[in-house]
């Protein structure tokens, strides 16, 4: 089974700190995802990355950073926490061979800004 | 671009009773198709798809969506409401060439005994 691992379930962060939200995938996926979920608002992607060192901006991008220093991790970085950060973020991973290929998303982290 | 409209954020079946979960997509081009189930503090869960071939896609749990090019929906079905459905669903779409996906905004379904 693929397994997407996301380091830490709930977090509790003040404003204006930096917050690493990391994510490990065990299936050699080149794909690598960060989704935020929000009542009524669905999924929205805020950033992917297809390859090692490289990452496209998704449709939220404005308030994060990624990084991708390896295939198997894909982390999301907060460089100042706002409240309106505060939110669910699922991590997800798929193979690269187009479209149509399943997307396995992580349990998913529940950040807090306070 | 994509989009999804998943109709109705709460629908509400009796145990026993027919699921219907509606969802209508826009795409410039051949679309593939995928309904998603979420449990309370999980992920999401792939319940089905649907890329090319055979219009009507089973999936797990009993579940399955047929797509309509001519109506450009994907509504989910299963004739049987169980109270272990109760959930979020969430339709979502990809283009031809591309990896990511556009959700709708999820219908969260209700059983009741």
């Known amino acids: 089974d693929v397994k997407v691992t996301q380091s830490s379930r709930y977090l509790v962060k003040r404003t204006g700190e930096k917050v690493f939200l990391e994510c490990v995938q065990d299936m050699d996926h080149e794909n690598m995802f960060w989704y935020r979920q929000d009542p009524g608002l669905g999924l929205r992607l805020i950033y992917f990355?297809?390859?090692?060192?490289?990452?496209e901006k998704g449709d939220i991008p404005e308030g994060y950073s990624v990084s991708r220093e390896k295939k198997e991790r894909f982390s999301l970085i907060l460089e100042s926490a706002s409240t309106n950060q505060t939110s669910m973020y699922l991590c997800a991973s798929s193979t690269t061979t187009g479209a149509g290929n399943t997307i396995y998303f992580g349990e998913g982290s529940w950040l807090t800004v306070v | 671009a994509q989009s999804v409209t998943q109709l109705g954020s709460h629908v509400s079946v009796s145990e026993g009773a027919l699921v219907l979960l509606r969802c209508n997509y826009s795409?410039?081009?051949?679309?593939?198709l995928f309904w998603y189930v979420q449990y309370p503090n999980q992920g999401l869960q792939l319940l089905l798809k649907?890329?090319?071939?055979?219009?009507l896609v089973k999936g797990i749990n009993g579940f399955e969506a047929e797509f309509k090019k001519s109506e450009t929906s994907f509504h989910l079905t299963k004739p049987s409401a169980h109270m272990s459905d109760a959930a979020e669903y969430f339709c979502?779409?990809?283009?031809?060439?591309?990896?990511?996906?556009?959700f709708g905004k999820g219908t969260m379904l209700l059983v009741s005994p």
């Open positions: 979502a779409v990809s283009a031809s060439g591309y990896s990511t996906l556009t």
């Open positions: 649907y890329t090319t071939g055979a219009t």
């Open positions: 795409s410039s081009v051949p679309p593939y």
């Open positions: 990355s297809y390859d090692v060192k490289m990452k």
